[in-house]
T-cell receptor, first 112, second 110 residues
Framework: NAGVMQNPRHLVRRRGQEARLRCSPM?????VYWYRQLPEEGLKFMVY????????ESGMPKERFSAEFPKEGPSILRIQQVVRGDSAAYFC??????????FGDGTRLSIL | ELKVEQNPLFLSMQEGKNYTIYCNYS?????LYWYRQDPGKSLESLFV?????AVKQEGRLMASLDTKARLSTLHITAAVHDLSATYFC??????????FGTGTRLQVFP
């Protein structure tokens, strides 16, 4: 059973471009979570999704950031018009209902 | 709002010594986790603690939970260099998200 798959592992964007980060949950997991880790800091919750629904987006910046988890395909975290401050590691986790979360290897986003 | 505090933030210890990392949280929780993170890597799950008085041990690491005091500890016994990493505690409530502590960067030297 493959773990949580994130891609790309590394992503470089120039300021003003769009970044798309993908997360395929473990088989049988219907809950997906996104976290952001700034350098030298802990992980910060961003958003919690179930299939086709956003359950909790209290950690998402109000502008430029969006997330989806469609009925088919991976969850996508989208950052529009990226700025230098968006440089971070973005981790996805998945879980079945009421079970511990399993983390992917993360996407390291660098903004030039 | 649930807050999680860890201390110390940095810990430099000699091989063979013992030490404890502390994790305090502000409100009731469903589960408490300890993770290890090596530089540039993902999180490795170490322990999941569910109930008051829970104690789990794996090798040189032992984690405990006191829900009344809202405190968890990660005890390191006879440290070795391979334990050098950053350790995070995280608290889960209502199974909707994890709130992480600031992390403890552990450096073990000969």
């Amino acid at each position: 059973n493959a773990g949580v798959m994130q891609n790309p592992r590394h992503l470089v964007r120039r300021r003003g471009q769009e970044a798309r980060l993908r997360c395929s949950p473990m088989k049988g997991h219907s809950h997906v979570y996104w976290y952001r880790q700034l350098p030298e800091e802990g992980l910060k919750f961003m958003v919690y999704l179930q299939k086709e629904n956003i359950i909790d987006e209290s950690g998402m910046p109000k502008e430029r950031f969006s997330a989806e988890f469609p009925k088919e395909g991976p969850s996508i975290l989208r950052i529009q018009q990226v700025v230098r401050g968006d440089s971070a590691a973005y981790f996805c986790a998945s879980s079945p209902l009421n079970q511990p979360q399993h983390f992917g290897d993360g996407t390291r986003l660098s903004i030039l | 709002e649930l807050k999680v505090e860890q201390n110390p933030l940095f810990l430099s210890m000699q091989e063979g010594k013992n030490y404890t990392i502390y994790c305090n949280y502000s409100t009731t929780s469903d589960r408490l986790y300890w993770y290890r993170q090596d530089p540039g890597k993902s999180l490795e799950s170490l322990f999941v603690l569910l109930s008051n008085g829970a104690v789990k041990q794996e090798g040189r690491l032992m984690a405990s939970l006191d829900t009344k005091a809202r405190l968890s500890t990660l005890h390191i016994t006879a440290a070795v260099h391979d334990l050098s990493a950053t350790y995070f505690c995280a608290v889960e409530r209502n199974t909707d998200k994890l709130i992480f502590g600031t992390g403890t960067r552990l450096q073990v030297f000969p």
